[in-house]
């Protein structure tokens, strides 16, 4: 073996072009042959290799690499051809075609297992049938999700009405005959109005939510420390109440539309109120990039939330307290979801029982604000201010 390596580029056999007796026409018609089949099947191995760095997503990778392997070993035996017409290197010749054929079986015992999955694959037939079945499943959904919503819409707005006749005559009999009747009786006026408020109050935060639309007309850029000034300015009254410090990092400008954006905070920011501790409330509101969405957190110094509730506070009409001790319907995060999701983005919380919580939420940069990476660049001027 050691005498075959140390003679591998040794040119001491007959040359390839005896065979040929040298006759011209024959030499080029194989050389050509052979320098064109080489040829062809390096540009086959490259577009492979070019294929599969691109999509390195695709569970075939291996079989692409080794494919494009073998390949590039069949062309470098055309090429050995070519050279040994000249050149008597049979020993390199014999060694390229050795490892072309250890290729060559890898690469048919890399097949064999995948036959069943390509037969597997549907025809461009079944797929037309598949699609067209699909699109049918997504249209009778977006109707049917238009319905509810037309529905929710009709049957929130048509109760209010009668609820505030309700409304009205309950606070009427409370203010004409309050003291006139028994204690019992005045008991009972009361519950019935409590009960008159909370259900107007459920049917506009359910009409709220049904007029939330999948596609804001208002979408596009929109500065986040404009939405959480509008927030604010809604809360201003509840911020001086209760002696809050708000407080904000640089915030950026994301993808959104800016009313909704506003809702949002101003929700977070009133759960952030509400839910508080003896001492004055602290709310921090802060950002960071991630990927190409843009990271956003509202922390405060609250109540706090078991962590096995912190899905379930995100679902309609959910309360973990009672309305006497924490008045509110349980559509504030509800909403806040609902908008955020529309969004192409997602919201959660951390948070621990009597040490506050942080509301994450993330929502997209838009296209001219990221970088060849695809991150975000740019925030909004930086403004920190106090609602103490």
């Known amino acids: ?37 080489f040829l062809a099947y390096l540009s086959i191995s490259c577009t492979l290799a070019y294929f599969v760095r691109r999509r390195k997503d695709l569970p075939l990778t291996w079989t692409l690499v080794m ?4 390949i590039l070993g069949c062309g470098l035996t055309h090429l050995v051809e070519v050279w040994t017409v000249w050149h008597g290197t049979y020993r390199l010749a014999g060694v390229v075609k ?12 890399q097949l064999v297992p ?3 999955r390509a037969l597997a694959i549907p025809s461009p037939e079944q797929l037309r049938v598949a699609n067209e079945r699909l699109a049918r499943r997504t249209e009778e959904l977006q109707r049917s999700n238009a319905e509810l919503q037309r529905f929710a819409y009709a049957a929130s707005h048509d109760l209010q009405e009668p609820l505030r006749a309700v409304a009205s005559y309950t606070q009427l009999l409370a203010r004409r005959y309050r003291g006139q009747l028994d204690c019992d009786a005045d008991e009972f006026i009361d519950y019935a109005v409590a009960g008159a408020k909370r ?39 509840l911020v001086r109440e209760t002696g809050a410090e708000i407080t904000h990092d640089p915030l950026p400008v994301v993808l959104a539309d800016r009313a909704q954006l506003a809702q949002v905070f ?27 969405m843009w990271l956003l957190s ?26 006497e001790k924490y008045p509110g319907t349980g559509m504030g995060l509800a909403i806040c979801r609902k908008i955020i999701e529309q969004h192409r983005g997602a919201i959660w919380l951390e948070s621990e029982p ?24 740019r925030l909004a001027e930086a403004r920190v201010g106090s609602g103490a």
């Open 98 to 109: 050795l490892v072309t054929a250890l290729a060559s079986v890898a690469t048919a015992i």
């Open 67 to 70: 494919f494009a392997v073998f």
């Open 114 to 116: 995948l036959v069943p």
């Open 354 to 377: 009597g040490r506050g919580s942080t509301f994450y939420f993330t929502l997209p940069a838009p296209a001219e604000d990221r970088d060849k990476s695809g991150s975000p660049v």
């Open 1 to 37: 073996m050691r005498d075959f390596l140390m003679k591998l580029f040794d040119a001491d056999f007959v040359l390839h072009g005896m065979c040929y007796f040298c006759n011209p026409q024959i030499v080029w018609l194989d050389v050509s042959s052979d320098a064109l089949i």
């Open 266 to 292: 101003q929700n977070l920011m009133a759960n952030a109120l509400k839910y508080r501790n003896q001492a004055p409330p602290r709310v921090h509101v802060s950002a960071r990039h991630q990927g190409s």
């Open 298 to 323: 509202v922390r405060d110094n609250g109540v706090g939330i078991d962590p096995e509730y912190a899905e379930r506070v995100f679902l309609m009409f959910q309360r973990l307290h009672t309305g």
């Open 199 to 237: 259900m107007q109050a459920l049917i506009a935060d359910l009409l709220a939510y049904s007029r939330l639309d999948a596609n804001p007309k208002g979408k596009g850029p929109a500065s986040c420390e404009e939405a959480l000034a509008l927030a604010l300015a809604d809360l201003h009254t």
